[in-house]
């Protein structure tokens, strides 16, 4: 991190290009190595905002907000920055982003402060296009974010091509996946999402260009006041396979501080986790065996290591990439299960690639199958790769609001008590949120309990003990077989398939 009496600030690169214009008399361009700024008495805040739409974090003491008046063009973006925070003092930091073409550097974030005090820093709002409005693309009405790309590059590319083909279409790297090969850009405010799409599909260049999608938290259902069935229990899980949970956060608590491996905020990795909506940390207990769902009778849970990640923002709704981001986290952090209690009916390319990527890693993949009983595919859940569980209500039976289809594999126990809200206070509630969390819980015990078994293997043990014990009871969804407290007892006690114990 330099400060403005430091030493000359090294370059931001080759891959900013950003022409944005928010009043007639300002205008803020960041393309190659250099920014451009014409300001007639112009609020800092105003000009720092046009910064922060192309991917820069800003934080600034709010006493400090100075008229500026400044008129160059291509000045290296060190030497611009600090001519236009000249009588203030600063620290910029630099991310490195490594990808097909090599390292990029990138301004990360600029501070703002009164000489010697930071005390009083408050970081911007986030730049208007969040995903607290999600639009829609004009291609095939699908729910993205209208401003931003996500982009694979043919092997070879050079930095001057790639650098061309930014500025030709106004873009701005904004981040990347090494692992998936994905770059994220940001567009102009104007720009047309489709048409751009178009042009870049066919862009030789270019090997796949899609939107940055929005999925959706999936809602649980309050079905009463907390009781005296499932009182959550203190776990330890020191070691052992790993779950990784991607859903709204997770709030620090006694009851899991032992069975936390790690924890990632991807809506501000900066950041300590939260969860201003309670549903990230409900799943934590259930998937860390904290809280056994209702219905269960005597079969008591194993602890279980878990990955909190926050994945959603405070209306519950993320994009594609965070999620990836989070996915290849998890890989990289241990986790032998995901658990995913959100989606989308719309599909993904890249996503489908990044479950890829986690299964050839050996990864195990569970989603919920969704709390609407509208019968079409929801991802990630109707993934070929990815587990998708409805709920069981307490007395056996298919909750009749899961959703159903050819795609859902199996229903779990879907409803708890919990010691922790969804927006509100903690009790009784339902849905195939909690189905999914559970059913994770009982592949890492099998896991655990299997410690030679790859995930083929406990797949495999999964699909004939749910053969064995499939019931057509249910009249609504007599297909789907339940994985029921009977079941989990046998898959649990099962040998590895095609391994006889001594």
Request: glycine share 8%; net charge neutral.
């Amino acid at each position: 991190m330099k400060s403005r009496r430091s030493i000359r600030t090294p370059l931001i690169g080759l891959f900013l290009g950003l022409t944005v214009s928010a009043l007639p008399a300002l205008e803020v361009r960041m393309a190659a190595d250099t920014l451009s700024i014409q300001a007639e008495k112009t609020p800092l805040s105003e000009i720092l905002a046009q910064l922060q739409d192309a991917g820069v974090r800003v934080a600034m003491d709010d006493r400090i907000n100075p008229l500026i008046t400044a008129h160059f063009t291509d000045r290296e973006i060190g030497e611009g920055i600090k001519r236009l925070l000249a009588d203030c003092d600063y620290a910029l930091s630099w991310k490195t982003l490594d990808g097909p073409v090599g390292k990029i550097k990138l301004l990360s974030e600029v501070l703002v402060y009164k000489p010697g005090d930071r005390r009083l820093l408050m970081p911007r709002p986030t730049p208007s296009a969040t995903m607290a409005q999600p639009r829609t693309a004009q291609t095939n009405s699908i729910v993205c974010l209208t401003n931003e790309i996500l982009l694979r590059l043919i092997a070879g590319i050079t930095r001057e091509q790639f650098r061309e083909l930014l500025m030709k279409h106004g873009a701005t790297v904004l981040d990347g996946i090494p692992a998936l090969g994905i770059y994220r850009l940001r567009l102009p405010p104007d720009a047309n999402l489709a048409e751009t799409l178009n042009a870049l599909a066919k862009d030789p260049l270019v090997l796949k260009a899609e939107p940055n999608l929005i999925y959706g938290s999936i809602t649980p259902v309050r079905t009463g006041d907390s009781g005296q069935e499932s009182s959550p229990r203190t776990v330890s899980a020191p070691g052992g396979p790993a779950i990784a949970i991607l859903d709204s956060g997770f709030t620090p608590n006694a009851t899991l501080a032992n069975a936390v491996v790690t924890t990632l905020d991807a809506t501000a990795p900066w950041q300590t986790i939260s969860d201003p909506l309670g549903h990230g940390t409900q799943m934590a207990f259930i998937a860390a065996g904290a809280v056994n769902p209702t219905g269960m009778g005597s079969l008591s849970p194993a602890a279980v290591p878990i990955i909190p990640i926050r994945t959603m923002n405070d209306q519950g709704m993320t994009s594609g990439f965070s999620l990836m981001q989070s996915m290849v986290f998890s890989v990289e952090h241990g986790a032998r299960v995901i658990s995913m209690s959100w989606g989308s009916e719309s599909d993904s390319g890249f996503f489908n690639d990044a479950i890829a990527y986690a299964r050839k890693q050996g990864v195990i993949l569970v989603a919920a199958a969704g709390n609407e009983p509208t019968g079409k595919p929801f991802y990630p859940a109707a993934l070929p790769d990815v587990i998708a569980v409805a709920a069981l209500t307490p007395d056996g039976n298919v909750w009749n609001q899961s959703n159903y289809g050819s795609f859902i594999k199996f229903a779990a126990p879907g409803f708890a008590t919990l010691p922790v809200g969804y927006k509100g206070p903690p009790g009784q509630y339902g849905g195939s949120s909690i189905a999914a969390a559970y059913t994770a819980h009982v592949i890492a015990q099998y896991l655990a309990s299997h410690p030679k078994a790859d995930a083929t293997e406990a797949l495999h043990a999964l699909t004939q003990t749910l053969g064995s014990t499939t019931s057509a009871a249910d009249m609504i969804h007599p297909e789907i077989p339940r994985f029921n407290a009977a079941a989990i007892d046998l898959y649990l006690k099962s040998p590895r398939p095609g391994f006889n114990p001594l």
